[in-house]
């Protein structure tokens, strides 16, 4: 008696390629690009004014203070961390350069390296207390925001600094190729870090501290000079934005920045960048940068009220964590 044996057909190699897997891992590849597509298709079909010039480069305008600092937000999200200050390092920075510019007003563009300065010396100091003793950066970071929040109104004896030079708004107001400095500004910084994070030992020891500190340590990364260095970045494009918007309205606020840390952590977050450390990208920064931008410019031009506006971004920052955190599982 024979025995006939049946060998499984092999695998169609179609079949496997657009599998329910297959669309399930694109849809989450390119979920943002998706959903910027669909809020665009819909404010489009809603506003005939949110698709022209004057609009998309009013966007552009209003995403730019905010790009600098969601940079420096990525690298030190990608690093585990989390920068609260920014926010008040806008404010004493901003009043800080407009009372150096009211000062000296035949050296006002100095004013801009005062600016930065003062941004960077409150990061470093954020990067000095968490690097060498430890401080958890969600406690250094707030400490930062409430003194550099304090400081902004010691800086203008509790008044907004007014009567700035001519010159002060040119900083900010002037084009180049058609395009405002804070917007040049934007795109260099897009550039410049993305190819620091993709091409350089550098942008590679920060996904690596990000990922395993310990084994980045035992690998010989120097991971204390990593940290220090993100909030030292941070705090220094926090004090180029503080600049750029108080020359945009050529007035020193000891209020400005408030609630922009907000935004910028939501644009890395939504971007894809895991607050665990070690994954995310500029490029997606940068997605999620414009969408919150589009959806706050979208929304204004539809009327909606502003707590409106706050609900909706919630809902996003909360669906974007879920989809990080079911994305994860599915990957361990």
């Known amino acids: 008696m024979s025995t006939t044996t049946t060998t499984p057909a092999p695998a169609n190699p179609t079949t496997q390629r657009f599998s329910r897997e297959w669309f399930q891992n694109l849809a989450i590849r390119y979920a943002m690009v998706i959903v910027m597509l669909l809020v665009i298709a819909f404010f489009l079909y809603r506003s005939a004014r949110f698709g022209t010039v004057d609009n998309v480069t009013t966007i552009l305008i209003a995403a730019a203070p ?3 600092i969601a940079l420096g937000q990525t690298l030190v999200i990608l690093t585990g961390g989390i920068d609260l200050s920014v926010g008040s390092v806008i404010a004493v920075s901003a009043m800080s350069g ?18 930065v300065l003062v941004g960077l010396i409150a990061g470093s100091i954020n990067g000095a207390v968490i690097s060498l003793i430890n401080v958890p950066p969600f406690i250094a970071t707030l400490g930062m925001l409430t003194l550099a929040s304090g400081l902004a109104f010691v800086v203008g004896n509790g008044a907004p600094i007014n009567g700035l030079p001519t010159a002060f708004g040119q ?26 994070m993709r091409r ?13 500190r310990l084994a980045s340590e035992i690998a010989g990364v120097k991971t204390g000079r990593v940290l ?12 180029l934005s503080g600049i750029m918007l108080s020359s945009r309205v050529i007035s020193g606020s000891p209020s400005l920045g408030q609630g922009y840390e907000l935004d ?11 607050l665990m450390g070690g994954r995310g990208t500029i490029w997606g920064t940068v997605l999620g940068l414009l969408l919150i931008q589009t959806l706050n410019n979208g ?16 809902v996003l920052i909360v669906t974007a964590v879920a989809i990080d955190v079911w994305a994860s599982k599915r990957r361990t």
Do not use: C, E, H
């Open 171 to 196: 900083i900010a107001n002037t084009q180049i190729l058609g395009l405002t400095i804070p917007v040049v500004l934007m795109i260099l910084g897009i550039v410049g870090f993305g190819l620091m």
């Open 264 to 274: 910028a952590i939501a644009a890395v977050v939504i971007g894809g960048a895991s």
């Open 200 to 212: 350089t030992t550098y942008g590679l020891r920060i996904y690596a501290v990000g990922g395993n």
């Open 66 to 68: 905010f790009a600098l």
């Open 228 to 239: 220090f260095s993100v909030y030292a970045i941070s705090g220094a494009l926090a004090g």
């Open 299 to 314: 929304l204004d031009i539809l009327t909606v009220p502003a707590y409106w506006q706050d609900v909706i971004k919630g």
């Open 98 to 115: 407009a009372l150096f510019a009211k000062s000296f007003p035949d050296q006002v563009w100095l004013s801009v390296l005062v600016a």
